[in-house]
């Protein structure tokens, strides 16, 4: 290979976060300390059953906390961000773009 060439090995890119489900969840979990499964639903536009799903495998990954409570008698799921999920999207970020740099 030409050393001009940049390492486009896409075995480097984060199979967890490259599905375009859990890239959005991460992302809109990124932009606030915590956030409200209600909130992330509309935001990444999912449904209850698929965002469900995807919280679950992000959070056995280490990458998102879910804390589960009970306000007012209603049940309430908040996500948030690990150090580990900031990590790795950050890494995943960085590797997208030094890619896209033309």
């Known amino acids: 290979m030409n050393s001009k060439y940049k390492n ?9 976060i490259h599905n375009r489900l859990r890239l959005a969840i991460l992302s809109a ?23 469900s799903i995807q919280l679950k495998k992000l959070e056995e990954s280490g990458f998102l906390t879910i804390n589960k409570s009970r306000q007012s008698g209603r049940a309430q799921t ?12 950050m890494t995943y970020k960085e590797l997208l773009l030094s890619w896209l740099d033309v």
């Open 78 to 89: 908040n996500m948030a961000l690990t150090n580990k999920g900031y990590t790795a999207l």
């Open 29 to 51: 979990v990124a932009h606030s300390d915590e956030v409200d499964f209600m909130s992330l639903k509309n935001a990444v536009k999912t449904t209850d059953g698929n965002l």
């Open 8 to 16: 486009f090995n896409h075995k480097r890119l984060d199979s967890l």
